[in-house]
Every structure is written in structure tokens, then in C-alpha cells.
């Protein structure tokens, strides 16, 4: 495997029916990387790469096989592969974004609304609207508003007698 430093000045996605993106490096040259491991770039950084060349059809065609970040005299192990975002499991966090989207929506229906100039609206104004909207969603949307039943609970009306045709 043949080795270089390079880098990178565009980071190119993989175009539709395509299996590979690619690096463009600051001499032109386009280098074939694959969709998982593009994350791991960042532009105008420098790598010291590994690569495997091909010829097809007469054009000479190369893929980075290994990365390794260079930077200020100090040689990292690997790519920076992101880690994706554990799902958060608190309720209370979800409820308050399903609040916020709520709460956002219905603002900007009000004040879109041809009827209303908001321009008349103070500062004051909107915030009582605001705390408005957040308590209808309290009182009508959110988690307290009706009981959540257990999972399975109304599998018996689901079940009933009358036979489905």
C-alpha cells in the first residue's frame, strides 16, 4: 500500500447510484473513500494517508484504505468517526420539546395570521401569549392531561365477539 499526506479541500458525497464519496486534496487529485468512513474528514485538515490505485479504461483511480490526522507536531491515532447521539429515554425532555414545537407553531400561526399585525404587540404582549400557549398544551396535550393506561389494556375491545368480514 502506498502512502502521502494530503489535504483535504472538498469532501464529496457519494452521487446517486454510486458507491464510493471522495476527498479532493489541495493538488486537484480526487480520492475514492467510502460513505462511512467520509465523516472522519474535515476540510483543510492534513492526513498522512494509505491508498490502493486502479486503472479503468485508461484512467488511474484511487482509494484511501487508511487515515491518519497530522497536526501541530502531534500524530493522532485514527479518523474522528462522530459517535451518534444516544436517544435521550427522559420524559420530561420530550415533553418539553413536543411543548416547544407546539408552543412555536401556534406563535407563528398567530402572528402570520392576515387578522393580526404584530407590529401592536409589546414585548409583554407576546410573552403572555406565549405562557398562554404553553398552558393549553398543559391542559390539553401534555402528559397530565389524560392517564396513560398501561400497554395492552384495551386489547379486550379489540377482541371482542364481533367477527371482522
Known sequence: MNTKVITVTSIEW???????GAIIDNEGQRW???PDKLPGYQQFR????????????GKTYYTIET????????TNTGLIIPKPVP????ENFDDKRRMDIFV????NNIMS???VNPTTF???????MVRGLKQVWTLTLGPQAQAVQPRGTSDDELNDEIPFR
Open 46 to 57: 492534513t492526513y498522512e494517508i494509505g491508498f490502493k490505485s486502479r486503472d479503468y479504461q
Open 113 to 115: 395570521n392576515p387578522n
Open 104 to 107: 412555536c407553531g401556534s406563535f
Open 87 to 90: 436517544s435521550r429515554q427522559d
Open 14 to 20: 457519494p452521487q446517486a447510484g454510486k458507491k464510493m
Open 122 to 128: 409589546t414585548n409583554a404582549d407576546m410573552v403572555a
Open 32 to 34: 475514492g473513500v467510502w
Open 67 to 74: 487515515a491518519k490526522p497530522l497536526g501541530n507536531g502531534v
